[in-house]
């Protein structure tokens, strides 16, 4: 039996151990849900397949950020560990990851949920059930619904906040009919969705078709929607399905206006295809990431970090911001927990949503230099961001320059 000395010696170095760690924190008497103990991040993505390298990106941002905040103390006196899986863009699979990590004994503080909607989707139902705190930069209306999964924020602007810059685009050349080819999967479905309330809202007509997500030619897809004469055309694509539709409109001759979504508008048309096949193709980007917009002081530093870090090829295909997407998934939870004072998961969602307006450069990086563009105004209904009129533009596919920023090309 452990005598009562022993037990006040253990006692004793255990406060010697974690006494310094505590005091790395904002300050004293911080209430931190772990004690101790690391603030643990599951980061769930695709390592193998066609989006591999989008995946990298997210890691590397959310990673950057753990060494920038752990150098800095942690998140109120907590170690911040990133874990990762591979969940190979595949729902069944990122369910049965997940629910091995969960049985572990041990609960992630913090979870990036995958990189494609359907993928969230199928893990937010775990997550609410084990009240664990969420952040991603994946998309679907259907993911912001604080009702049915409370514990869930995303960091990037739902699908809808896209749309605008197309309606804009639609009314100032006058259009009468768009058509929209997309994914039959939940993201297409709900991108699909959200561009059909849109056009129709602002009294134009909307026609549609879908491909299953494995297609490798969309080309009867496409001429049934041409069959209809309409005005312009919205392509859906995630990773190499993006491709395959372009290819598709270049095969069959079509040469209609088309606007990719935020999805079809990540893949690197410039390096994959000739300007002859992208006439009149146009993508949606964020202000932030062109280089004629002004840019949070705290950006270069930043894309420093990037270009030194084991993804930083990725840079060329992804641009910084996708690298942002992930280091600001970290920062807005830190940020909230400061408010908090704590990281008690019940604290850290109440704080998200009321976090207060940043008075100086934020945190994160892909708002802009003061939150002109995107905003993290969570609140009890909406745990999205908030995006402003200039958030989203529509230009013509360009390539990513050497510090990330994205530079239209001439197709």
């Not at 990133?82 to 969960?102: F, G, I, M």
């Not at 705290?298 to 993804?311: D, E, R, T, Y």
Request: with cysteine.
């Amino acid at each position: 039996m452990t005598s009562r000395r022993t037990r006040f010696a253990t006692l004793l170095t255990t406060l010697v151990v974690t006494l310094p760690l505590a005091a790395c924190g904002d300050g004293g008497g911080t209430e931190s849900a772990g004690g101790d103990k690391p603030f643990v991040v599951y980061f769930t993505g695709d390592y193998s397949g066609a989006v591999s390298t989008n995946n990298a990106s997210l890691e590397a941002g959310i990673k950057i950020a753990a060494e920038e905040f752990n150098a800095s103390g942690g998140i109120e006196g907590r170690k911040i560990v990133v874990e990762t899986a591979n969940d190979q863009n595949d729902p069944t699979k990122a369910v049965s990851l997940l629910q091995q990590r969960l049985s572990s004994g041990t609960k992630p503080d913090l979870v990036y949920p995958g990189g494609s909607s359907a993928v969230s989707l199928s893990l937010l139902p775990i997550l609410t059930r084990q009240k664990v705190l969420s952040v991603g930069g994946t998309v679907s209306t259907l993911l912001n619904d604080p009702a049915k999964y409370p514990y869930h924020f995303g960091v990037s602007s739902p699908g809808k906040d896209y749309a605008p810059a197309l309606i804009s685009v639609a009314q100032s050349k006058g259009y009468k009919k768009i058509a929209m080819l997309y994914s039959n999967d939940a993201t297409g479905q709900s991108s699909a969705a959200i561009y059909k309330a849109a056009v129709e809202g602002a009294g134009m007509e909307f026609v549609e078709a879908r491909y299953e997500a494995t297609s490798l030619d969309m080309s009867s897809q496409l001429n049934q929607l041409r069959s209809q004469n309409p005005d312009a055309l919205v392509l859906n694509g995630y990773g190499t399905a993006a491709l395959y539709t372009m290819r598709s409109r270049a095969q069959i001759g079509w040469d209609v206006p088309t606007y990719c979504d935020q999805l079809g508008s990540s893949f690197p048309y410039l390096k994959n295809l000739g300007a002859d096949q992208l006439k009149g193709v146009n993508v949606v980007l964020s202000s932030a990431t062109l280089t004629t917009s002004e840019h949070h002081p705290g950006l270069a530093g930043f894309i420093g970090k990037i270009k030194s870090s084991p993804a930083a090829a990725g840079m060329s295909s992804t641009g910084w911001g996708l690298y942002a997407t992930g280091h600001d998934a970290l920062a807005v939870v830190v940020y909230a927990a400061r408010q908090a004072k704590s990281t008690d998961p019940e604290k850290l969602k109440a704080a998200m949503e009321s976090l207060a307006k940043p008075t100086e450069a934020p945190l994160w990086f892909n708002a802009g230099p003061a939150g002109q563009y995107l905003q993290y105004a969570y609140s009890g209904t909406n745990h999205f961001p908030t995006a402003g009129a200039d958030t989203f533009q529509y230009v013509s596919p360009g390539t990513y320059d050497g510090d990330g920023f994205y530079s239209p090309g001439k197709a």
